[in-house]
């Protein structure tokens, strides 16, 4: 059988494009984009694009229109580097061969809708998203503390376990902590795993928290949140950061307008805000002070437990208590002479039961690092210096230079200096799937706040079925989860994100290694492709439960080889009774049951089981062997069509006959 022939019939009927029947029942599945490397899918995770086109075919027999984009990751990714010798990165011989070996695994792409990360038209769509995202607020520029490596020059986020030498940089971060409740919530109501929850979760470092309540001089009150209260009495000074925080409440009239000045054109480290701040342990006053430091929208300076707070007072000649011997408190009230479990404890209890404060949650990670120091990338260079021009809008999508720098269009006159850097991949994975809705499939630029993106965002949301590589969780699942809170706060009628996440573990050698150059073992698929059916391989990668890994085994496809034949022989052999059998219909009725619930490995099964006891070992009528056909035909699109083709004189495809009722 040619297959290449099959799939330009395919192609020539438009089965995979939606064809614009607003009035049709819609489904939207999104499986992600495969990242980019020379050789295709030689690390063998095939199974995320092959669960995608299995239930985008069933819903296609549904007669339902569906939005099923294919994609290529070759953004954000250290291979894009100031060097020639790299520069092969930047051609099309990678999304190619994705594209070949899904084309010939039978992924259902519409040739002319292929979304590559690298070309003008997404980062058109990103970079559009990303002034967006930071006019908003959303996305932060500034001083934080990151980790760096100093032999790749890259960073990462100091609050991700690491054990990388940390400093102070300008970056740009996306700022959840208005959302992050939300974030939370929309965790706990996805249906998954626990232990995947607990992980998408614990990515925030949640603790508790005492919520105090500080009795300001002016008459306001600061709601802070303690995670270490028994250093409540050590407090010395509070910092009020104007990029994190409206201050406006916490200035007092005599500094008010000294302190909109500094806000402006901050000249010093901090400067004081007039009013004090009541500590409720020790009952002194704390000054409060409006600078932007530190990250955190409040920062409580303690000296006692902190050489950085120590020199800072010291520096400064803030007044200090000494609160800690041996760590033993004391200058604590009541917490005097306790150690510092004990203290902890004790001031929950004492403070919650007085009801001056409430014990709560709260998250150390409030703001994911999108900014690293590789030489490429959709970063915006210039959002610094924004003020002097109109908008960056006009001047989309930003060009390349012959070192792959970003930078504006030479005719554009913008003061200072291009930044090196380029937008992290957890951003530009996690604005794939809300990207793709109005990417290409549908045929314009549009910010994903606007309202022209909220209708085709309502139209196509939620994703009926989000597959997602457990080991990509973060980029994957809760950056999307992320993005998509961020539209809810403008457009807070759209319900959610996705109906069904599906969580594929990862591909692994027989010896049970990763698939990876340096352990020598990567899977030349191209000659996977050349020696077995496509549906062989299809049947392989969904035969074992994808919540397990899988185990990249050739003999196996060989049997499904074996196994596909004797289907196709005796079919096209067979002497076909005239009477219907009912256990065809059930077998149907069964599979779309299966179908309906996204429970791929139990169709699998049951397609396999079905196969054995009643084409293998019983007779049918060719109207038994047409109902077959149509259940089998999202995971053997190949064998379908052809046994369609040659017993029904099929001239279209098999998808046109519907799903059997």
């Not at 063998?44 to 290529?72: E, M, S």
């Not at 970079?127 to 503390?145: M, R, S, V």
């Not at 930044?419 to 994975?429: E, K």
Request: include cysteine; hydrophobic fraction near 40%.
């Amino acid at each position: 059988m040619d297959y290449a022939d099959l799939y330009n019939k395919w192609q020539n009927e438009k089965y995979f494009v939606i064809d614009g029947d607003r009035l049709k029942e819609k489904r939207y599945v999104f499986s992600s984009f495969p990242t980019s490397n020379l050789y295709g899918f030689q690390n063998g995770k095939i199974r995320g694009a092959v669960i995608g086109d299995v239930l985008a075919r069933y819903h296609r027999l549904q007669n339902r229109n569906v939005l099923f984009p294919i994609g290529f990751n070759t953004l954000s990714q250290s291979a894009f580097i100031e060097s020639r010798k790299s520069s092969n990165a930047l051609n099309d011989d990678i999304p190619k061969l994705f594209y070949n070996q899904l084309l010939r695994l039978g992924v259902g792409i519409d040739s002319n809708k292929v979304i590559d990360l690298r070309k003008n038209g997404y980062i058109s769509n990103l970079q559009l998203n990303f002034i967006n995202l930071y006019e908003k607020g959303y996305i932060k520029y500034h001083n934080a503390i990151v980790m760096q490596d100093e032999k790749t020059n890259k960073i990462y986020d100091s609050n991700i376990t690491g054990s990388l030498a940390k400093k102070s940089m300008r970056v740009f971060e996306l700022d959840v902590k208005d959302i992050l409740d939300n974030i939370i919530s929309d965790i706990k109501d996805l249906d998954i795993d626990n232990e995947i929850k607990n992980e998408l979760v614990d990515y925030f470092k949640p603790h508790d928290v005492l919520k105090i309540e500080l009795s300001c001089s002016n008459g306001n009150v600061l709601h802070i949140d303690m995670d270490s209260p028994e250093y409540l009495g050590g407090v010395a000074y509070i910092f009020l950061n104007p990029e994190h925080m409206k201050i406006e409440d916490y200035v007092s009239v005599d500094e008010y307008d000294s302190i909109m000045d500094y806000v402006k054109n901050p000249k010093t480290l901090f400067m004081y805000s007039g009013i004090t701040a009541f500590n409720p342990l020790t009952g002194d006053n704390i000054p409060v002070f409006i600078s932007n430091l530190y990250s955190a929208d409040i920062y409580l300076g303690i000296p006692s437990v902190s050489d950085e707070d120590m020199t800072l007072a010291e520096t400064e000649g803030f007044e200090y208590r000494d609160i800690l011997d041996d760590n033993i408190l004391m200058n604590s009230d009541f917490l005097d002479g306790m150690d510092i479990n004990s203290a902890h404890n004790a001031i929950f209890e004492a403070f919650t039961n007085a009801e001056i404060a409430k014990c709560g949650k709260a998250y150390l990670h409030t703001s994911i690092l999108i900014h690293q120091l590789d030489k490429f990338g959709a970063l915006f260079p210039f959002l610094e210096y924004k003020n002097n021009i109109s908008s960056l809008e006009d001047y989309l999508p930003f060009n390349f230079s012959s070192q792959f720098r970003p930078i504006l269009s030479a005719d554009v006159k913008i003061p200072g200096n291009a930044i090196d850097g380029t937008m992290a991949s957890n951003i530009s994975t996690g604005l794939a799937p809300l990207i793709s809705i109005t990417y290409d499939e549908i045929g314009f630029v549009e910010a994903l706040t606007s309202r022209g993106n909220y209708f085709e965002l309502a139209n196509f949301l939620p994703i009926d079925t989000l597959i997602v590589d457990k080991d990509n969780i973060i980029n994957e699942l809760l950056m999307p989860l992320v993005i998509f809170n961020f539209i809810k706060k403008d457009f807070p009628d759209l319900e959610r994100l996705a109906n069904r996440i599906l969580i594929v573990d990862k591909t692994l050698d027989i010896k049970l290694n990763d698939i990876k150059r340096s352990n020598n073992n990567l899977i030349d698929f191209d000659n996977i492709l050349d020696k077995h059916n496509p549906d062989a391989v299809r049947l392989f990668s969904l035969a074992s439960p994808i919540s397990e890994k899988l185990i990249f085994n050739e003999y196996i496809i060989d049997d499904y080889d074996l196994f596909l034949k004797k289907i196709k022989n005796r079919i096209i052999k067979c002497d076909y009774s005239m009477d219907n059998d009912i256990k065809f219909n059930i077998f149907a009725e069964d599979a779309k049951d299966l179908l309906d619930k996204c429970k791929l490995n139990e169709y699998i099964s049951l397609v396999v089981s079905f196969t054995e006891s009643n084409i293998f070992n019983a007779d049918f009528s060719k109207h038994d062997i047409l109902i077959y056909l149509k259940v089998v035909h999202p995971i053997f699109p190949f064998l379908s069509e052809e046994l369609y083709e040659e017993l029904f004189n099929g001239r279209f495809s098999i998808v046109n006959e519907g799903y059997p009722l």
